[in-house]
């Protein structure tokens, strides 16, 4: 172990006690993450800062202003009022209704960009129905993280799958995955998920609201914010972001960010939002927590950790026979790692040496490189994990030992099944 690496591992700790023990605010402890790296020498400035120039913070900037304007409409009431009529005060319905939403979206642009479209939503949701907005925040968030990386062959999902085959074109395997493999293997664990969390759901007593109060809510005359004519514009722009983002990802015509960024900045221009009331929309704890710890990813490379790491995954199992129990280790590695770097930070780690030490031992690669590839996936137990996680940590104003908490089962949970269905789907497809 060099020097490099035990400074980085202690810089880690560090991190990892300040969150959990919540001895100073997260959003500080996470901008003194960059501080500590530049400070080190462990990355120079340009590299220890670069997180808060990531397209996906970048983006954010452009949908907290396009979400603080369209929450403000009385729209907004018109869908807490169709969620209310159609839950029937049930809460399992109205997870139910958002998580199949969120899926469709993530799986169409990414789970940090869906959440934060959905979160002005969630929260106008949470209010009106009286649902705790921690139980619906973290499932939306864990259930969208899941479906929007690998689980169909669309928009990103697509350049996954060919990164995917080119580690097992590079061991000189002549096996590929096919496009619908990762599919066979993630829709039922997502059906798993989205079913832990609708039970976990249950017994919320909400706010009822009969047929009768709907239509008398939605006469009667309610202040508004802005004229006819601006809540249009307003609400237009708020869909038309949403469809272009789509089609951005799928396309790479243009740069999802840039669409965001132009809406937002209409949303200035027209004078919907303040520069005051524009600052206040923005999550700046999200901002700090996912902008601060992305540079860890780099600096995991750099000073040599990774290859520390992956010297003690070899040694770990040096002569292994059972691809199933290799996959399981991969998998379960890769869940702990991801729980504090990027899920294609532990790709780029782990989905070489997996690919490559299947291959060395005979075993078939596919299953042992799923192992990283779904369980880096498995991103539940802390907000560090991922974007979308950070943001539901935020919004739904949670505390690091109650994340922690509604986290851990759902990664075992899924990482046990993936143990159980993988091995069983690929020797199907195989």
Not at 43 to 69: D, E, V
Request: charged share 10%; net charge positive.
């Amino acid at each position: 172990m060099t020097a490099q690496v035990a400074t980085l591992l202690a810089i880690l700790a560090a991190m990892s006690v300040s969150f959990f023990a919540e001895l100073l605010p997260i959003s500080f402890t996470a901008l003194m993450v960059p501080v500590a790296l530049q400070a080190t020498g462990i990355l120079k400035p340009a590299q220890a800062w670069a997180g808060f120039a990531n397209t996906t913070i970048i983006t954010w900037y452009g949908l907290f202003i396009i979400g603080g304007a369209f929450v403000k409409t009385t729209f907004t009431n018109k869908i807490k009022h169709f969620v209310n009529r159609n839950a029937q005060g049930s809460s399992v319905r109205v997870t139910l209704m958002v998580l199949i939403a969120c899926s469709v979206i993530g799986m169409m642009t990414s789970a940090g960009g869906t959440i934060a479209l959905l979160s002005p939503l969630l929260l106008e949701i949470c209010k009106d129905t009286g649902m705790d907005p921690k139980k619906l925040f973290k499932p939306t968030a864990d259930v969208c993280n899941w479906a929007s990386v690998q689980m169909f062959p669309i928009g990103g999902s697509i350049a996954y799958f060919m990164w995917f085959n080119s580690y097992l074109e590079q061991t000189g395997s002549p096996l590929r995955y096919g496009l619908f493999d990762f599919t066979f293997i993630k829709f039922p664990m997502w059906l798993i998920l989205v079913a832990y969390y609708l039970f976990t759901s249950r017994g919320q007593k909400l706010k009822s609201e009969s047929v009768a109060e709907v239509a008398e809510v939605a006469e009667a005359p309610t202040p508004a914010r802005y004229a006819p004519k601006e809540e249009k514009v307003i609400v237009t722009i708020f869909f038309l972001n949403v469809i272009l983002m789509v089609v951005a990802s799928m396309t790479k015509i243009i740069a999802p960010y840039l669409v965001s960024l132009f809406f937002a900045a209409v949303i200035m221009g027209k004078g919907y939002l303040t520069e005051k009331e524009a600052f206040q929309s923005i999550s700046w704890q999200t901002v700090f927590l996912v902008a601060g710890t992305l540079p860890l990813a780099t600096a995991i490379n750099v000073s040599g950790t990774s290859t520390w790491m992956v010297g003690l995954v070899q040694q770990m199992f040096p002569s292994m026979t059972n691809p199933v129990v290799l996959a399981t280790a991969f998998a379960v590695i890769s869940m702990v790692v991801t729980q504090f770097m990027s899920n294609l930070a532990v790709w780029a780690v782990f989905g070489p040496i997996a690919a490559s030490m299947a291959v060395s031992l005979g075993m078939d690669p596919r299953l042992v490189l799923a192992g990283v590839g779904v369980g880096s996936i498995i991103c539940f137990a802390t907000p560090m994990a991922a974007p979308a996680p950070a943001y539901a940590y935020s919004a739904a104003g949670f505390k690091m030992k109650e994340y922690i908490k509604m986290g851990w089962f759902p990664c075992v949970l899924m990482t046990v099944v993936f143990v159980l269905w993988a091995p069983l789907v690929l020797n199907w497809l195989y």
